[in-house]
């Protein structure tokens, strides 16, 4: 449960780059928003610092003032967690969906790691949340950190388009993109350290591309 509860015990820098892209590939939206997270009574909150290297305007801090206080009433009356809030865990329930191929070991960050190709087992596989839908027909590898057996890398691939959340209106398809984890310290954590992907959605009738990077940078412990 470390990357569950890592959130109360660390402060750190988040970035998001953000880009749109039309039909010949040309971004239409590009933009990189700067975020300090920090945990207020256990729960980390990512307060924007700057848009495209710019401080806010008057209007996006008033923004981030109202998100602030709409999350300091979440705070004294949660509600309940949406399903595609649920963090993926690397749990029996996940792994279970899959079968692996050993593929050889190979370096990541300097660590040797154990390399596996993944893809949906045949014949029905559990739905209980609206994510599923995407994770039974993704494939891809998995790289796992030899020393530690960590899960260090993943990349993955939608092999088929997939319906959206309100069903026969949109869909999203060419989804691809990897996640990685490192240890914040020397035989510390391991905790996410960038998520990328790109990926067409289809509404009605007009296909947006887009791509979105995270990187969570700069750790630090709390007390």
Do not use: C
């Amino acid at each position: 449960g470390q990357e569950q509860n890592f959130g109360a015990r660390y402060r750190y820098q988040m970035r998001q780059r953000n880009r749109e892209f039309n039909g010949d590939d040309e971004a239409t939206v590009d933009e990189l928003l700067h975020y300090a997270v920090a945990p207020y009574e256990g729960v980390p909150f990512a307060s924007l610092l700057t848009r495209n290297g710019q401080p806010l305007t008057e209007d996006e801090q008033a923004d981030e003032t109202k998100r602030w206080e709409e999350f300091l009433e979440s705070l004294e009356a949660p509600e309940e967690e949406d399903d595609d809030e649920i963090p993926m865990v690397f749990d029996d329930e996940l792994i279970e969906r899959y079968t692996a191929t050993y593929d050889g070991i190979r370096e990541l960050n300097g660590r040797p790691t154990i390399v596996l190709s993944f893809e949906p087992r045949p014949g029905d596989l559990p739905v209980r949340r609206r994510t599923d839908h995407a994770l039974n027909n993704s494939r891809g590898l998995i790289w796992i950190d030899q020393s530690t057996y960590e899960v260090a890398r993943v990349s993955f691939e939608l092999m088929k388009r997939v319906r959206l959340w309100w069903g026969i209106l949109g869909s999203i398809s060419d989804a691809s993109g990897h996640l990685e984890r490192r240890p914040v310290e020397p035989g510390g954590p391991w905790l996410l350290h960038e998520l990328d992907v790109y990926y067409h959605v289809r509404v009605l009738f007009s296909t947006t591309r887009k791509s979105e990077t995270t990187t969570w940078n700069d750790f630090e412990p709390i007390g």
